[in-house]
C-alpha cells in the first residue's frame, strides 16, 4: 500500500487536487509511474494492427497521458507559487526527463506514420470541423517537433529539448533566489515621501521575514515600483533600481548570463534543423503574424510616436525636478518619481489619494460581477475545499442554469519562493471527450498584502487581465482537451484578457466598486474623472519600455548564430541602435526576461501582447460605438471567442466577432500616440 494521492481516485469535491496530502516525496515516482504508462498508451496506439482511423489514433491520443498530466499540473502549479528546495530540486532533476519524455513521443516515427496517413486523407475522413482541425494541429506539432528528420537530426533535436528544459528551469530559479534573498531594510528615517499603505506593506514584508520594528522593500514589481513611485530618498530609489534591474546578472550560481547564450544558440540550431534560417521565422511561422517582418512593423508603428510621447514626458519631469533643485539629469529611478509628482499637477491626482478606493476583495468582485453580467456566470467561495497555502481562496463557478462550470482559484499575494509577476494556469482542462470534464483554473498575482489590501489603477487592471485569461479556461466548451481555453495560439491569447481589462476602467465599475477602505463611500466623481482623463499619462514611458523589450525578442531571436553572443556588448548595442531612452529602459532586461528564458512560450512572442492590444482595443470600440459597455448581442459574441478555444482560426473567430478585420487606429488612440495627443 501507499500513501501517494496521485496513485489514488481523487473524492475532493469536483476533482480538487488533495492539496493537504501533497507532499514533494510524492511526485517523483508518481512522475516515473505516469511516463511508463503513457509510454504504454502510446506503444498501443502503434502497435495496433488496425488501420489508422481519428478515433483509434487522433483520439487515442487525447486520451492518452491523463496521470502524466495531473501530476505535472500539480507540480509545475505548486514550484512556481510555493516552491521549496525540495521542490526546485525535483524541477532540476524532471525538467530533461519530461522533455525527453515528450520528445520521444513526438518523434516516434510509426506514431507519425499514423497521424501523416490521416493526414494525407483528411479532406475524405468526414469530420466535424473541431476534429480536422485537431488532425491537422497534431500533424503539424509533430513535423514542427521533427517527425520529418534523419535519424541523427532526430537525436539532435531530442538533445536540444532535454537540455533548453535544464536551462530554462535554471533560469527561473536563478530569477527566484535572487528576488528572494534581497531586501532594502528600513528605518523610519528612510520612510520620507512613502504613503501610509506603502509603509503598511513594507511592515507586513518585514514580519513575514522576522524583522521587527523596520520596513522591507523587496523586488516583488507591486512592492518596488510604489517605492520608486514616493521615496523621496534619491539614494535609496538607485540602490533598489541596480538591485531590481540586476536580477540574474550577478556573477556567481545564479549568473543567467550563460544560460541565455547557450539557450539563444539552442534554438537557432533548432530552427536551423527544421529549415528556418533562425528561430523567430520558426516560432512566428505558426501565428498569426507569420513573419519576423509584421511583427517588426507593428512594433515599429509605435516605437517613433512613443519615443516622440517620451521625450515630452521627460521635459516635464525635468522641469519639477529643477524646481525641486535636482540639477542632474534624470535617471531611470527618478522617472516614477517625477511622474507622479507631474500626474497630481496636470490632473490633480495623488495616487495615495487614489489607492484607498481601491480594496482588493472590491476589486476581486468587481471582476465577477463583470463576468456574470457579460457571460452568465456566478461565483460562490468554498471554504470547505482544500488549498495549498493560506493565501488561496476558491470559488465555484457555476452557469445561469445554475450548472457547475468549474472551480477558479485567487492566489493574489507576494510571498518568499513564489515566482514574480502575475500569470494564470491550470490544474484541469475543460473538455467533453468521454463526459463533461470541467477547468479548474488558478490566477496568481504579486499584490503586497495588507490590512486591507490596497491596489494601484495599474495593479486593478492586473487582476482582470489575469482574470480574463481565467475565463477563457473557464468559459472553454470544446470537445478535445488539446483545443481547450488558451490552447490558441500565442498572439491572440492575449486578446480574451486584454479585452477584460477594459471593463475594470468602465466608469460603472469604479462608481459601484471603487469605495473607500475606511468610510465605503464611493469614489467621488472629480476623483474618477481625472482617473479616467490621465489614462493616456505616462504611456510614451509605458510604450518604450514594453516595446523595446518586444524588439529586442525579435532582433535576438533574428540571429542565426548566436553562439559567441556578448549579451552585455549585444544589448548595450541594440539599444543604441534603436535609440531607447537612456532615462526610460526596457521593463525587461535580458538576465531576468522570464518570458523568454523561464521557458519557450514568449521566445519570439513577446510582441503578442501588442498585437493583441491592436484587437482587443479594436474590439472594446465595438461596446463603445453600441453605447452600452454590457452590450448583450457583443456579449454573447465575445463569449463565443472565450468558448471556442482552438476550434476554430482566429482571426475568423474575430471577424464574425466584430464583423471586419481589425484596424491599428484605436490601439493609438488608446495609447495617446496619434497627432495632437
Not at 497534431?138 to 529539448?161: F, T
Not at 527561473?172 to 504613503?195: A, F, I, K, S
Request: charged share 25%.
Amino acid at each position: 500500500m501507499t500513501d501517494n494521492p496521485f496513485f489514488e481516485s481523487w473524492t475532493t469535491p469536483f476533482g480538487l487536487p488533495p492539496f493537504d496530502r501533497i507532499r514533494p516525496e510524492h511526485f517523483p515516482p508518481a512522475l516515473d509511474t505516469a511516463m511508463a504508462e503513457h509510454n504504454g498508451e502510446i506503444a498501443a496506439i502503434t502497435g495496433s494492427a488496425a488501420p489508422a482511423t481519428f478515433a483509434n489514433t487522433v483520439e487515442a491520443l487525447e486520451r492518452s497521458g491523463r496521470l502524466l498530466d495531473r501530476v505535472s499540473r500539480v507540480f509545475f502549479n505548486l514550484d512556481s507559487s510555493t516552491s521549496s528546495e525540495a521542490l526546485e530540486a525535483i524541477a532540476r532533476d524532471y525538467a530533461p526527463k519530461l522533455a525527453q519524455h515528450q520528445m520521444q513521443i513526438a518523434l516516434d516515427e510509426d506514431l507519425f506514420g499514423r497521424v501523416a496517413d490521416l493526414y494525407a486523407r483528411s479532406e475524405t475522413l468526414r469530420l466535424d470541423a473541431d476534429q480536422l482541425r485537431l488532425l491537422k494541429r497534431w500533424h503539424l506539432r509533430l513535423v514542427r517537433s521533427g517527425a520529418l528528420l534523419r535519424p541523427e537530426q532526430k537525436a539532435r533535436m531530442a538533445a536540444i529539448a532535454e537540455r533548453l528544459a535544464i536551462l530554462h528551469t535554471l533560469f527561473g530559479q536563478n530569477v527566484l533566489h535572487d528576488e528572494r534573498d534581497w531586501q532594502l531594510v528600513l528605518d523610519e528615517t528612510d520612510l520620507d515621501g512613502l504613503p501610509d499603505f506603502t509603509r503598511a506593506a513594507a511592515a507586513q514584508a518585514a514580519a513575514e521575514r522576522g524583522i521587527e520594528g523596520r520596513w522591507v522593500i523587496t523586488l516583488a514589481r507591486s512592492c518596488a515600483e510604489p517605492f520608486l513611485t514616493f521615496s523621496s530618498r534619491r539614494d535609496l530609489r538607485r540602490t533598489l533600481w541596480e538591485a531590481w534591474t540586476a536580477r540574474g546578472a550577478h556573477e556567481g550560481a545564479n549568473n543567467n548570463v550563460p544560460l541565455i547564450r547557450e539557450i539563444v544558440a539552442l534554438r537557432a540550431e533548432q530552427a536551423r534543423l527544421l529549415g528556418y534560417d533562425n528561430f523567430a521565422a520558426y516560432r512566428l511561422d505558426d501565428s498569426m503574424a507569420k513573419t519576423a517582418d509584421a511583427v517588426e512593423n507593428l512594433l515599429l508603428q509605435v516605437w517613433e510616436p512613443a519615443k516622440g510621447k517620451a521625450r515630452v514626458e521627460l521635459a516635464k519631469l525635468e522641469s519639477v525636478a529643477r524646481a525641486e533643485g535636482l540639477n542632474e539629469p534624470i535617471e531611470p529611478w527618478d522617472w516614477r518619481y517625477y511622474a507622479e509628482k507631474v500626474r497630481q499637477t496636470e490632473y490633480d491626482l495623488d495616487e495615495a489619494e487614489v489607492k484607498p478606493y481601491f480594496v482588493l476583495d472590491n476589486m476581486v468582485q468587481a471582476a465577477f460581477d463583470t463576468a456574470r453580467r457579460l457571460f452568465g456566470v456566478t461565483f460562490t467561495e468554498r471554504s470547505d475545499l482544500p488549498v495549498y497555502h493560506p493565501d488561496v481562496r476558491v470559488w465555484e463557478v457555476r452557469d445561469s442554469a445554475g450548472g457547475h462550470v468549474g472551480l477558479f482559484l485567487h492566489d493574489n499575494f507576494a510571498r518568499p519562493g513564489k515566482r514574480s509577476g502575475a500569470w494564470s494556469s491550470r490544474y484541469r482542462d475543460q473538455e467533453t471527450l468521454d463526459g463533461s470534464i470541467t477547468p479548474i483554473v488558478v490566477n496568481n498575482n504579486n499584490f503586497a498584502k495588507g490590512e486591507p489590501t490596497l491596489l494601484s489603477f495599474d495593479d486593478a487592471e492586473t487582476l482582470f487581465h489575469e482574470f480574463g485569461h481565467g475565463l477563457h479556461s473557464l468559459l472553454s466548451h470544446v470537445r478535445y482537451r488539446s483545443q481547450s481555453g488558451t490552447a490558441v495560439r500565442r498572439d491572440f491569447v492575449e486578446f480574451p484578457s486584454q479585452i477584460f481589462e477594459h471593463w475594470m476602467s468602465a466608469p460603472e465599475t469604479l462608481r459601484n466598486y471603487a469605495r473607500h477602505y475606511e468610510t465605503g463611500k464611493p469614489i467621488p466623481e472629480a476623483l474618477l474623472r481625472g482617473l479616467l482623463a490621465a489614462r493616456n499619462f505616462n504611456q510614451g514611458f509605458a510604450t518604450v519600455e514594453y516595446t523595446g523589450s518586444a524588439l529586442f525578442d525579435i532582433e535576438l531571436h533574428c540571429e542565426s548564430s548566436p553562439q559567441t553572443l556578448d549579451l552585455a556588448q549585444y544589448e548595450s548595442e541594440f539599444l543604441h541602435r534603436i535609440g531607447m531612452p537612456r532615462e526610460v529602459g526596457l521593463r525587461h532586461r535580458p538576465t531576468h526576461f522570464q518570458h523568454l528564458f523561464a521557458g519557450g512560450g514568449y521566445a519570439a512572442g513577446y510582441y503578442a501582447y501588442l498585437w493583441a492590444e491592436v484587437l482587443e482595443a479594436d474590439g472594446f470600440a465595438a461596446f463603445s460605438e453600441a453605447g452600452d459597455v454590457l452590450d448583450p448581442e457583443l456579449a454573447a459574441r465575445l463569449k463565443i471567442i472565450y468558448s471556442a478555444g482552438d476550434t476554430r482560426d482566429p482571426m475568423e473567430l474575430y471577424r464574425a466577432f466584430r464583423g471586419r478585420d481589425p484596424k491599428i487606429d484605436a490601439l493609438l488612440e488608446q495609447r495617446g500616440l496619434t497627432t495632437g495627443k
